[in-house]
C-alpha cells in the first residue's frame, strides 16, 4: 500500500481540534480517525490484479536514436481504476516521462508510451511495471509491481556512414578510370581493346592483334572478391577514453565504415572480436547485410580489465582460410602493450596476408606537448613527447615488419583507414 500526500494534511487539521478542546485524547481521537478514514479508504481501493498489462516488442535502435515503450493497459474489472503506472527500464536505457496517470472505465484499455534514449550498447531491459490504484478518497492506494518483459537492443551508432557515399563515389571512378586498366601487381584480367599511345607495351596480346588489323591491349582492373577481415581489440586499452567516446566504440565505427565499403567493392568481409580470449567471430557476409550484421555482434560486446591474447586472434584469424587477406587489426598503438604482446606474433600474420594497424589518437597529447607557458606546462610537455617518441618508434617497428600504421583521431580513424584500402586497392596490393 502507499498512502498520499492528503494524510499529513489532514494530520495538520488536527491542530484546530486540539486548539478547540485542548487534551490528549482529542489529539489521539483525531489520529484514530484520520487512520480509520485512511483504512476505509484502502479496503474500498481497485486491486492491482484487475489490471493486465501487456507490452509491445521495442526492437533495435541505434545509441544515441530515440526509440519508443508501449504498453497496452486493460481494466478486466467493472469498477473505474484510478491512479498511477511507471515503466521502470534499467538507467543506461534512458528512460524518460516513464509514470504515466490511469485513469479507465470498467473494461477499458489504453496505451502508454514510455520515451527511451539508450546511452550504452547492448540489450537493455526493462525491470517492472508499477501499478498503483488509489481509493475513491484518494487518501490510500493499494500497489503492485508487475513483471513485464521488455527489451531494446542498442547497435553501435555509425557514425562515420556519413562519409560512404563519398568512398563510394571513389570506389566507382577507381573501376572505372583508365589510369587503374593497366597492367599491375595483383590486378585481374578484363578485357581487350585497341591500343592508344600511351598504353604500356607489355600490356600488347599479340595474338590478338595478330588476328586483328591494329594493335590489341589487354586492361586490368581492381582486384575482387579478396578477403578482409577485421581484428576488434577488446582489452584493457581499448576502454581508454579520448575525449568522452571510448577507444572500442571509435575503432568499432571504423570497423563499421571498412566492412561496408568493401563489401561493395566486392569482397569479402571476416570479423573477429577479443582479448584473452575470442569474444565474437563473424563469416563472410553479403554486401547488402554486411554492416547491420556487423552491428548486431558488436552490440554486446564490452571492454575487457585484461591483456590481449594475440596468439589467439591471430589462431581465430587462421582459422578463418589460408588464403591472402587484408587483416585490419584495430587496437590502441599503446607501446608497452604492442611490443609485448603484438610484436612476437605479427611475422605468421605478414608471411601469410597484407596487415594494417588502425589506431585512435588522443590529441590532447600534442596539445601538451605545445603548452610550455608555465613550469608545470613544461613536465607536461616533456612527459607528452616522451610518450610520443615511444609510439613513433613502436610505428616504426610495426613499419619495419612490413605492417601498414594508420593513426589518426577518433573522428579521422574510419575515412582515414577508407582511403587506405582505396589505395592499396587501387595499387593491386590487395
Known sequence: MSISGRVPLLLLLGVVAVVLRPGIGTMWLWVLAVALLVGLDLLLAPSPGSVTISRKPVGTVRLGQPAESMLLVTNTSSRRVRGLLRDAWQPSAGAS???HPLSLEGGGRTIVRTPLLPRRRGDLRALGVTVRLRGPLGLAARQRTLTVEGAVRSLPPFESRKHLPSRLARLRDLDGRAAIRVRGQGT????????????????????????NRTVVVRTWQPERDRRVVLVLDTSRTSAGRVGDVPRLDSAMDAALLLAALAARAGDRIDFVAGDRRVRARLRSAGARDVAANLQEVMADLEPVI??????????????????????VLLTPLEPSAVEEGLL????TLTHHHRVVLASVRDPALEELAQRRATVDEVYDAAAAEQVIDRRRHTAGLLRALGVDVV????????????DHYLALKARGLL
Open 306 to 327: 585484461a591483456e590481449a591474447d594475440w596468439g589467439s586472434l591471430a589462431g581465430a584469424v587462421t582459422g578463418f582460410g589460408r588464403q591472402r587477406a587484408l587483416v
Open 97 to 99: 516521462d516513464n509514470r
Open 407 to 418: 593513426d589518426a583521431d577518433a573522428e579521422q580513424l574510419p575515412p582515414a583507414l577508407a
Open 344 to 347: 612476437p606474433v605479427l611475422p
Open 188 to 211: 585481374e584480367f578484363d578485357s581487350l581493346r585497341e591500343y592508344v599511345r600511351g598504353d604500356d607495351v607489355r600490356s600488347i596480346d599479340w595474338r590478338a592483334s595478330a588476328r
